[in-house]
Each structure stands twice: as structure tokens, then as C-alpha cells.
């Protein structure tokens, strides 16, 4: 079984930073490429950014980009999420998810297959 858990959110001004992290337990559970989806009340959920395996290749939401930096760390079984100049539409609980279909990473939730419980983001203006 693997879990995931999101740490890091919080309320913010526009304009600010945060940090918001996943740590993945289980067997083989960095093994895969990773992803940060975003859900809105009333909304699907959003893609946000994905990483590959081994870090190297990355993706992102477009209203997110330059902004956001998704990084990991295999040995700690974390993926990151720096959020810059936040903005009140990022405003979402935040979730990651474990991609094992697509490679080099996935922006399409229906390739994930574990995901956590999510972590509130909410950025005031």
C-alpha cells in the first residue's frame, strides 16, 4: 500500500510564497513520476505540475508557470511544490499523485493512482 501525505499549506496574501510538500511511504512509492493537482469548490480537478522519476523532466499549468517549481527528492520520498507570486484564482486544496502509466510524467489525473489528502492553499487579496 502506499500513502501520501501533503504538509505545508495555509492562507497567504497575494503576492506571497509557500511550500507545500508530499511524503510518499511505501514500497517502491518514489519509484514513479509524481504530480500536483488542484481542486476548487464547484470545480474538476486541475492539473498544476508534474515531475518524472528521476526529476529530470518536468511539466506545468500554464497560469503557473515561472511562478511554481516542482522539484524531489528520491531518498527523502518527497515531492515539493515552491509557490511564488500567488495569486487569489490559485486558491484550492492541493494534492499529489502518484503517476505509474505515463512516462516521462503525466498531466492527466485518470494516470494516477494514489493520490493524498490534500492540503488547503488559500491566497487572500
Known amino acids: 500500500q502506499v500513502q501520501l501525505v501533503e504538509s505545508g499549506g495555509g492562507l497567504v496574501q497575494a503576492g506571497g510564497s509557500l511550500r507545500i510538500s508530499c511524503a510518499a511511504s511505501?514500497?517502491?512509492?518514489?519509484?514513479?513520476?509524481m504530480g500536483w493537482f488542484r481542486q476548487a469548490p464547484a470545480k474538476e480537478r486541475e492539473f498544476v505540475a508534474a515531475?518524472?522519476?528521476?526529476?529530470?523532466?518536468?511539466a506545468y499549468l500554464d497560469s503557473v508557470k515561472g511562478r511554481f517549481t516542482i522539484s524531489r527528492d528520491n531518498a527523502k520520498n518527497t515531492v515539493t511544490l515552491q509557490m511564488n507570486s500567488l495569486k487569489p484564482e490559485d486558491t484550492a486544496i492541493y494534492l499529489c499523485?502518484?503517476?505509474?502509466?505515463?512516462?516521462?510524467?503525466?498531466?492527466?489525473?485518470?494516470?494516477?493512482?494514489?493520490w493524498g489528502q490534500g492540503t488547503q492553499v488559500t491566497v487572500s487579496s
Open positions: 499523485g502518484r503517476n505509474p502509466l505515463r512516462y516521462p510524467y503525466s498531466i492527466d489525473p485518470t494516470d494516477y493512482d494514489y
Open positions: 515531475i518524472s522519476s528521476n526529476g529530470g523532466d518536468t
Open positions: 511505501g514500497r517502491t512509492s518514489m519509484s514513479y513520476p
